[in-house]
């Protein structure tokens, strides 16, 4: 279950509360993809120490720590560093979506390209071709005196 920002503020001291109040809505869209990450490394850096305090607060609560246990919320601190995570880490799959997003669009254009490229038509020439059809060859006047072949014998059998 989330926190709300007036628990936050009363929970984290000042310099850890600057650091959530950054991941907040209005002041998460104001930093980049660079600032995101950073502030993503030092929110861990803190939930980590939160959580360390929180189980040694627990095992001093049994009985197995040296001290007696003291109540400072150290699992409320870890709880509003965990929205902070969440909240940064939500913001940076945004800018993620965003790049795989434009991506994916010049992929569609170089597909498109290629596509257009495999309409045009690539024919080779047939060579030369008859511009008025063909043309009759005039007769040679000596093959028109050629004799017909003689019939066949009479006694042949068929």
């Known amino acids: 279950m989330s926190i709300t920002q007036r628990e936050e503020r009363r929970v984290l001291g000042n310099d850890e509360f600057d650091v959530v109040r ?13 600032a995101l990450k950073d502030r993503q490394q030092r929110l861990r850096e803190l939930r980590d120490k939160a959580r360390t305090q929180s189980r040694q607060q627990r095992r001093q609560a049994r ?9 400072r919320g150290f699992s ?4 509003a560093f965990v929205g902070a995570i969440k909240r940064v880490n939500r913001e940076l799959s945004r800018f993620h979506r965003a790049e795989r997003r434009e991506s994916q669009r010049e992929i569609m ?17 047939a060579g030369r ?3 008025t059809g063909m043309s009759a ?3 040679d006047p000596k093959q028109a005196d050629i004799a017909p ?3 066949p014998p009479a006694d042949a059998p068929e």
């Open 22 to 34: 950054a991941t907040h809505y209005p002041h998460i869209c104001d930093l980049d993809q660079t």
């Open 63 to 71: 009985g197995k720590g040296k001290e007696p246990p003291s109540e």
């Open 76 to 79: 409320l601190k870890e709880q």
């Open 109 to 125: 254009l170089r597909a498109l390209e290629q596509k257009r490229a495999a309409r045009k038509r690539n024919h080779p020439s």
């Open 129 to 131: 071709t008859p511009e």
């Open 137 to 139: 060859t005039p007769a």
């Open 149 to 151: 072949s003689p019939p």
